[in-house]
């Protein structure tokens, strides 16, 4: 449902591991994007959109999908800039 998001790499982790059980591993997945567009945000919904089509669509409709912020999600890097 929606558009979906697009991963540019996946990175997988090994952050604890027990050989005698098996309930005890634990993993971290990292999934990393090209940056994005931040097009509104509203409680605990984030609204995005690729640069790219930012681009393609500026004089129509332009793509875009929500994130809700959980518990573990992170945004590493962001920039903010002026809107011309």
């Not at 994007?33 to 945000?41: A, E, N």
Request: aromatic letters at 8%; a negative charge.
């Amino acid at each position: 449902m929606g558009n979906a998001i697009s991963f540019d790499i996946l990175k997988t982790d090994i952050v604890h591991s027990d050989i005698t059980n098996k309930a005890n591993h634990k993993i971290a997945l990292t999934y990393l994007t090209s940056s994005q567009i931040l097009v509104t945000s509203f409680w605990k919904y984030l609204v995005l959109a690729d640069p790219n089509e930012m681009e393609r669509e500026l004089q129509r409709r332009v793509r875009t999908y929500t994130i809700a912020l959980q518990p573990q999600l992170s945004i590493a890097n962001y920039s903010l800039e002026e809107l011309s």
